[in-house]
């Protein structure tokens, strides 16, 4: 037998080395390289071969776009804040990476998937190689799930799992929690890296793709974000969603990143309550609850989650600086299109944001990446730098060119549609976006350019102008 060659792989974006080094090349991570053996050639042979030894291919079948097909047969999970992220529910044969950090309620929310596709009587399978049957029992329990027929176990063995999973009929949905638990036999590395991780996530995968089995796999999350090791597995899977949210708020926000069979941009909300996960049908009306209306420095941004309208509180802080450079601090949004936004002002509006320390904050611990976000990002921004709130009845829409111009967002109409519901009165709007047919279902101010938007907020308040009057010199 040849002697197998070891390589150095890094744990965390999966890069491969032919000799140990502190960090990683790929990804810049430090002592994150550790030694593997190579995974072992797989079943027929695909290792290189020189250009003489290739054997005689198969000749397989080629077939035109059009012909029938069918459509993905899909599992709803009956969450609707689920199968809204899942594009209808689960496909089958399909495989789904759930990531997201250690507590934010994975196994809660796949318990309670679990449970509502068992008891339509289907078969599901739960396996946990973190917890024992009875911490999840418990967890089932505290749910009130515990008569839902799923099958539970607690097991590592990739083999073992595949071996049980073929006994009967195939299941319809298999939770896999979680995949950095699990090892294989036909892979060499120690649990937890990368190479075990990759080789199981394949073994599963192919079990999926075989027994036409819905798979959920379960992969932590590591500081900056990422699925922990596995990023090599994204590639593999059909789908990938993080479940995401903060500590000190009890939202969470399922997200699809990657998704073969439906949508990218759809979110699910959900609240962690004493008796597990509750759908949140209407997140505007939570994100923006306890709202503080008459202090300056918040505006309301009347965004799109897909094909969903969300409103939320942008929070800006503008205060004097001590510091040589000053400090630029954002939660919750993009901090280069912060400095984008000031730099704007700082050109086209006269501002002079230059001495100040500026925080950015977006409510409720969600993440905004809509461009139509920049107009509520500035006027917060100067409201707080004049001192002037802004008219609590009020939502901002519009995205900031360079050049200072405003431009329209898509969907205006749904979003002032949303607004409207929930007691806003009047619009912030790019005039390029009002296209002369009524589109708005309430007053607003149509303009133009940054200056529109400053002069507009300086006219709130004598305050604001003075304060306005001594930043432009
Ligand atoms: P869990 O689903 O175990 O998280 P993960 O699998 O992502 O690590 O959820 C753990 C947290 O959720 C834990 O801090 C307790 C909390 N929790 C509730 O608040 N209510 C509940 O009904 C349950 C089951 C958990
Ligand atoms: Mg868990």
């Given at each position: 037998m040849a002697k197998r060659s070891n390589s150095f792989a890094c744990q965390s974006c999966g890069a491969v080395y032919g000799r140990w080094q502190g960090r990683c090349d790929a990804c810049g991570g430090w002592n994150t390289i550790a030694e593997e053996s190579a995974p072992p050639p797989l079943p027929g042979g695909s290792a290189p071969r020189g250009p003489g030894g290739r054997t005689k291919g198969r000749v397989f079948p080629l077939e035109g776009l059009t012909g029938s097909s069918m459509d993905a047969p899909r599992v709803p999970s009956g969450i609707a804040e689920l199968d809204r992220v899942t594009g209808g529910g689960f496909v089958r044969g399909s495989v789904i990476l759930?990531?997201?950090?250690?507590?934010?309620?994975?196994s809660t929310l796949l318990m309670q998937a679990c449970a509502a596709v068992a008891k339509s009587g289907r078969r599901v399978v739960y396996i946990s190689g973190?917890?024992?049957?009875?911490?999840?029992?418990?967890?089932?329990?505290?749910l009130a799930l515990a008569d839902a027929p799923v099958e539970l176990?607690?097991?590592?063995?990739?083999?073992?799992?595949?071996?049980?999973?073929?006994?009967?009929?195939?299941?319809?949905?298999?939770?896999?929690?979680s995949i950095q638990t699990m090892w294989s036999?036909?892979?060499e590395s120690a649990p937890g890296t990368v190479t075990q991780v990759r080789g199981s996530a394949q073994a599963l995968i192919r079990y999926a793709k075989t027994s036409g089995s819905a798979l959920i796999l379960v992969g932590h999350v590591t500081k900056d974000g990422q699925i922990a090791g596995p990023r090599v597995v994204e590639h593999m899977v059909d789908a990938v969603a993080s479940f995401e949210g903060d500590g000190a708020h009890h939202f969470r926000i399922l997200r699809a990143v990657k998704n073969r069979f439906g949508p990218t941009d759809e979110i699910g909300v959900f609240e962690m309550t004493g008796t597990g996960l509750a759908e949140v049908p209407n997140p505007s009306a939570l994100f923006l609850a306890g709202r503080d209306t008459g202090s300056p420095g918040t505006a309301v941004f009347a965004g799109m989650e897909g094909t969903r309208p969300l409103l939320v509180e942008f929070q800006a802080l503008v205060a004097p600086s001590s510091l040589g450079t000053p400090r630029r601090a954002v939660v919750g949004w993009d901090p280069s299109r912060l400095s984008m936004v000031i730099a704007v002002l700082e050109a086209h509006a006269g501002l002079r944001l230059g001495q100040y320390d500026v925080y950015l904050n977006v409510a409720g611990g969600l993440k905004i990446t809509e461009p139509a976000?920049?107009?509520?990002?500035?006027?917060?921004?100067?409201?707080?730098?004049?001192?002037?709130?802004?008219p609590p009845d009020r939502v901002y829409i519009g995205e900031i060119a360079l050049t200072g111009a405003l431009r329209p967002a898509a969907q205006t109409p749904a979003r002032l549609k949303e607004a409207a519901k929930l007691g806003f009165s009047t619009a912030f709007l790019p005039r390029a976006g009002l296209d002369g047919r009524g589109s708005s279902p309430m007053r607003h101010d149509a303009a133009g350019d940054v200056t529109d938007l400053v002069s507009g907020i300086a006219a709130l308040a004598p305050r604001a102008?003075?304060?306005?009057a001594s930043e432009r010199g």
């Open positions: 759930l990531g997201g950090d250690p507590g934010i309620g994975k973190e917890e024992a049957v009875g911490q999840v029992r418990l967890r089932a329990e505290r176990a607690s097991e590592t063995n990739v083999e073992d799992i595949i071996a049980t999973l073929s006994q009967g009929g195939a299941p319809t949905l298999v939770i896999i929690d036999e036909a892979v976000a920049d107009a509520a990002a500035a006027a917060a921004l100067v409201s707080s730098l004049t001192g002037a709130p802004l102008r003075r304060a306005l």
